[in-house]
């Protein structure tokens, strides 16, 4: 069973950036598809990005296409999210998330593919 743990949160101002870790521990991190997902105030959990084991394919959400980039490191245990451009509707608690992926090159969107997910990271963009 794999434990996740979420950092790199942070105040920003608009326009800024930020990267955000997330380090597994407990399984083998290759065999895991991982994503990111976050929630905003007063809004519900959304999709953000999502990560195959292999690092391809990925996909994004129309809301960070362009400013946001997912990646993974193997040998480190750890995904990242590279965050430009920040507006203050990217304000959220940001999760990642794992799940044992079956197939190399599958990537998912969908929350309830996922089985384990992290406490979350808090990201706070100021305008």
């Known amino acids: 069973q794999v434990q996740l743990v979420e950092s790199g949160g942070g105040l920003v101002q608009a326009g800024g950036s930020l990267r955000l870790s997330c380090a597994a521990s407990?399984?083998?991190?290759?065999?895991?598809?991982m994503a990111w997902f976050r929630q905003g105030p007063g809004k519900e959990r959304e999709f953000v990005a999502a990560?195959?084991?292999?690092?391809?394919?990925?996909y994004y959400a129309d809301a960070v296409k362009g400013r946001f980039t997912i990646s993974r490191d193997n040998a480190k245990n750890t995904m990242y999210l590279q965050m430009n451009s920040l507006k203050p509707e990217d304000t959220a608690i940001y999760y990642c998330?794992?799940?044992?992926?079956?197939?190399?090159?599958?990537?998912?969107?969908?929350?309830?593919?996922?089985?384990?997910w992290g406490q979350g990271t808090q990201v706070t963009v100021s305008s």
């Open positions: 998330a794992a799940d044992r992926g079956l197939l190399p090159a599958s990537a998912s969107a969908a929350a309830h593919d996922y089985n384990y």
């Open positions: 407990g399984g083998i991190f290759s065999m895991y598809r």
């Open positions: 990560i195959s084991r292999l690092s391809s394919p990925t």
